[in-house]
């Protein structure tokens, strides 16, 4: 049975950020969950933020998911993606702190994608990553060119802010080891596409760094 997630606080930099824990095995892998844009009604309870949590724990794996600065209760304002980089690496520093987990791994959808791997590809705490329909007409991924980590891209088939063409050249374009999934009539949002979400990223896990 999956153990439940347990609120919890921590900060980063002056403010507090509120988040979901679930521990698994003490050593065991965790992952940092990353939401959508916080204006356009992101969070942490996201549909597809949820189906990454449910997918890691369902194999015993721990996480975190938790909201960006500013998004319900955590504190200060919208940083225009930049500072939201600080709570994710305040977010694998809380992990540090009260786990000690084998790898940490970063997972982002959309803005969070965005986010979240560009502090995966800088910061040699992070061994891998997962990014969900990352919004490529709104945003550079530059930062992920020479990544040796190992990286899922995960896309819906039609998705116009990740158009399929531009998704697989830039896919092509990324070094080993890697792979990617394309959800079939699934847009950016995947409603009820959750359970091909979560079945696309077992992928993920038979990487090899």
Not at 31 to 50: A, D, I, R
Not at 84 to 106: Q, T, W
Not at 161 to 168: K, L, N, Q, Y
Request: with cysteine; aromatic share 12%; glycine share 10%.
């Amino acid at each position: 049975m999956t153990q439940e997630e347990e609120p919890v606080l921590f900060r980063s930099g002056d403010f507090h950020l509120e988040g979901l824990l679930r521990r698994g095995d003490r050593g065991a892998e965790a992952f940092v969950l990353c939401h959508p844009h916080p204006q356009y009604g992101g969070n942490m309870h996201n549909n597809v933020v949820s189906a990454m949590a449910t997918a890691c724990q369902e194999k015993g794996i721990s996480t975190l998911r938790f909201n960006f600065r500013g998004v319900g209760r955590s504190e200060g304002k919208f940083g225009d993606g930049i500072e939201e980089r600080l709570d994710v690496e305040a977010a694998i520093d809380f992990f540090l702190e009260h786990r000690a987990p084998s790898a940490i791994h970063i997972g982002g959808y959309s803005f969070g994608a965005h986010v979240g791997l560009y502090v995966g590809s800088v910061d040699d705490r992070v061994n891998g990553f997962v990014a969900i329909a990352p919004p490529l007409v709104l945003y550079t991924f530059d930062f992920m060119t020479n990544s040796s980590k190992k990286k899922l891209l995960i896309a819906g088939a039609d998705d116009p802010f990740c158009p399929s063409g531009r998704f697989r050249e830039w896919f092509d374009s990324l070094d080993e080891p890697k792979a990617f999934r394309v959800i079939p009539q699934a847009d950016h949002f995947f409603w009820g596409k959750e359970d091909a979400l979560k079945d696309a990223l077992k992928a993920y896990f038979s990487l090899t760094s």
